[in-house]
């Protein structure tokens, strides 16, 4: 005992023991014997799981832990427990179960436990019964009360694994029909939360709802039956929607067929239309171009040089949406123009009828061409119906039967081609047609002369209605004519204008070949379209620096000519100047050259933009607008003006404050104005008479309602202008634009 368990304190050694506690005594005696002879502490080397748990066994701190262990013959048993008799059961239930062996005998169980003097290793228990293999070991009380306990434990442990199976499998169902319910009442937009299997709140509250909807009392559990009906109503749903998107899909699908064919068939139409109108815009302008070479002196020369330049330009762009469109109206521009001349109407009336004349001569002719092979051959075949030729004429009397009931110039010749050369590879044919040909002839010039009369009876009724339409067109023209120059002549009877064109300068300064051209049409459309009074127009032609000085005012005094014209608060005032602008050497301005001016020494004899402004701004004027087709860099299209100011640039001064002023100058920097051959004005001046006369209010620059805007005519300017100039002559040209860009330069009263 002493050496087992140590010292034994005092108060237990005094103390009275009952009988049993004397056996027990013995019992820890015997036992106390066994430690104090102990074995080997390892008696085997141990290997796998065995030697783990001997190694987890012997690191324990704690006393009376018992391991177990059996040896047989090629391997051992090990078991650790805290129960002894749990322990040694379990190794004598394997030693007989399996019959393990140790030297031809059973194998024996040895009980292991740790010293609480020493802490070391004690054999406490041995099973050293020497049975043989064969043989059953008789069973003992302790054996016996060990299987039974045994037993037990295993029908406890399967009863308890019986239960545990059965909540799993009950656990595992109730999981899958929450599922089956989550995923159904998403479908049916009741739940949003995640398919977890948990009956959560947002679970039961969205399987409650569904409950309540289909007549369910609220605490019905979840059943076989009610998840297939919750299931069956959530695929009904889907399916519902599948074959809705389904069906938006397929709809989806026949709206962009039908739009990829309009679109198709409206790209088709486009090109068939943008083709005949550029025909048509051809023909028109060969015309054109053929009358001007015989007449160039007709009066509207400039309108129709110009329309003339648009139908070119709108026939050279990209063919597009737009393209046909442009195509009509730049077309319908020219031949509203040249129809204005008489001469003109005659000739381009004899061409058309020359050319209605030529077709239908040419129609009628192969009519009757086709009629005389018709009749040849019938009469062929009747001559001759025995022989082979007859039986091949027979389709082909079908076919020009056919095409005669519904003829075209095409069908006609291509089959008169094809009749022909059936007659010229046929020799009783060819022999039989030669005497026929003085027929075809006699025919063909009978149908000429038809033709010849019904059309000259035409042009004669043509005649008389062109003349009575005239004379009522010519009389509701001049009376709506009448009518809105009176409207105009009111709505401008205060209305100035000083027009400007510098062209011929003296000395070594290149002209500017087109300023007076540019002054003629802007005082043109001041006149006509605007409605201004000509005794208000103060139009210029090559001024001097003098001239600029009394018109415009000095820098001592504002009240020149311009001044005088004026009604205070009244007057709307347009200047225009086209001519040379240059740079002062010294002061950087910007000056207008006078045609008598040094542009050398303009600081002297120029005359200075910001100047021009600054006494526009004190005449008391209703508004002031400016247009200057002139750029200030010191260059030009024929050379510098400036000597040693290549690449100078100057920018207008403008004044701090300019109420109610408008200012449009051609170009920026330094840029130089370009000049448009064709049109025989400047590229600013053309653009900005188009865009004023209407062609800025349309849907490609403006908003279409009748008023022009400065906005509006600036985007014109900056996108048909500087096009034409990037296009022409490889050259940047930009407006310069100052001033209220919502102002209406042009209302829907003065177009």
């Not at 289909?214 to 998840?227: C, I, R, T």
Request: aromatic letters at 6%; glycine letters at 6%; charged letters at 30%.
């Amino acid at each position: 005992m002493k050496q087992c368990f140590g010292r034994v304190p005092k108060s237990i050694r005094r103390a009275r023991i009952p009988r049993f506690a004397g056996i027990l005594f013995l019992t820890l005696a015997i036992s106390c014997g066994l430690f104090a002879n102990p074995s080997s502490a390892d008696p085997v080397k141990l290997t796998g799981n065995c030697a783990s748990l001997y190694e987890a066994f012997e690191q324990s701190g704690e006393y009376y832990r018992t391991f177990v262990l059996a040896l047989g013959d090629d391997h051992h048993i090990c078991s650790w427990s805290t129960s002894a008799s749990e322990a040694v059961s379990k190794c004598i239930d394997q030693v007989y179960g399996q019959r393990l062996r140790k030297n031809g005998e059973v194998a024996i169980c040895e009980e292991y436990a740790k010293s609480p003097v020493d802490g070391r290793l004690k054999i406490v228990w041995e099973d050293n019964r020497t049975q043989t293999a064969n043989q059953t070991p008789p069973p003992s009380p302790k054996r016996m009360q060990r299987e039974e306990t045994a037993r037990q434990f295993a029908e406890a442990e399967s009863k308890r694994k019986k239960a545990a199976a059965l909540k799993s499998a009950a656990a595992a169902q109730l999981y899958k029909w929450i599922v089956q319910a989550q995923n159904a009442l998403r479908e049916l937009s009741l739940y949003d939360g995640p398919d977890n299997g948990v009956m959560g709140v947002k679970t039961r509250r969205a399987y409650q709802t569904w409950l309540k909807a289909n007549n369910y009392p609220p605490e019905k559990a979840l059943s076989d039956a009610l998840v297939a009906d919750l299931r069956q109503q959530a695929q009904e749903k889907k399916a519902r929607r599948v074959a809705k998107a389904k069906a938006e899909r397929e709809e989806n699908a026949r709206k962009l067929a039908v739009a990829s064919r309009k679109r198709t068939e409206a790209e088709a139409r486009e090109v068939a239309l943008h083709a005949r109108l550029s025909t048509q815009a051809d023909a028109l302008m060969a015309d054109v171009q053929g009358f001007l070479a015989a007449d160039p002196g007709i009066k509207n020369i400039l309108e129709v040089s110009i329309a003339f330049s648009d139908l070119e330009a709108a026939l050279g762009e990209k063919q597009g949406r737009k393209s046909s469109g442009a195509v009509r109206k730049s077309m319908d521009q020219l031949k509203k123009l040249v129809t204005k001349n008489k001469t003109f109407r005659t000739f381009l009336a004899k061409k058309e009828e020359a050319r209605k004349m030529a077709e239908l001569s040419a129609f009628a002719l192969s009519t009757a061409k086709l009629e005389s092979f018709h009749k040849f051959l019938k009469v062929y075949l009747a001559k001759n119906l025995g022989s082979k030729s007859a039986r091949r004429l027979i389709p082909v009397i079908k076919e020009i039967k056919a095409t005669l009931g519904a003829p075209t110039k095409t069908n006609l010749d291509e089959l008169s081609a094809k009749v022909a050369s059936l007659i010229n590879t046929t020799p009783n044919l060819r022999k039989a047609f030669a005497n026929q040909k003085s027929a075809v002839e006699i025919a063909a010039a009978r149908v000429a002369s038809e033709v010849k009369r019904k059309s000259d009876a035409d042009k004669k009724l043509k005649a008389e209605a062109a003349a009575k339409a005239k004379a009522d067109r010519k009389r509701r023209l001049a009376m709506a004519k009448g009518k809105r120059r009176r409207a105009l002549e009111k709505k401008h009877k205060h209305a100035i204008a000083v027009i400007i064109g510098n062209r011929n300068y003296s000395g070594s300064v290149p002209e500017v070949s087109f300023a007076h051209n540019d002054a003629d049409a802007v005082r043109k459309f001041v006149v006509e379209k605007l409605g201004y009074r000509t005794g208000n127009v103060i139009d210029i032609r090559d001024a001097s620096q003098a001239r600029m000085m009394a018109l415009f005012g000095t820098a001592d005094t504002h009240k020149g000519e311009l001044y005088s014209y004026v009604r205070p608060g009244k007057s709307d005032v347009t200047v225009f100047y086209s001519g040379h602008g240059v740079p002062g050497l010294e002061d950087r301005r910007g000056y207008l050259l006078p045609v008598d001016a040094n542009p050398n020494l303009v600081e002297i004899n120029g005359y200075p933009v910001d100047l021009l402004f600054s006494n526009l701004t004190k005449i008391n004027a209703k508004s002031t607008t400016v247009y200057l087709d002139a750029c200030f860099s010191g260059d030009s299209p024929k050379g510098m003006l400036v000597r040693a100011a290549s690449g100078l640039t100057v920018t207008p001064t403008m004044p701090a404050k300019m109420p109610g002023m408008i200012v449009i100058t051609a170009a920026k920097g330094n840029q130089f104005a370009s000049w448009d051959e064709d049109a025989k004005l400047g590229l600013f001046t053309k653009h900005l008479l188009i865009a004023l006369n209407g062609l800025a209010d349309n849907e490609d620059y403006g908003n279409g309602d009748g008023r022009i805007s400065l906005s509006e005519v600036r985007t014109y300017l900056d996108e048909e202008m500087t096009y034409q100039a990037r296009r022409r002559y490889n050259r940047e040209q930009q407006v310069s634009v100052q001033g209220d860009l919502g102002v209406v330069l042009v209302d829907n009263e003065t177009r």
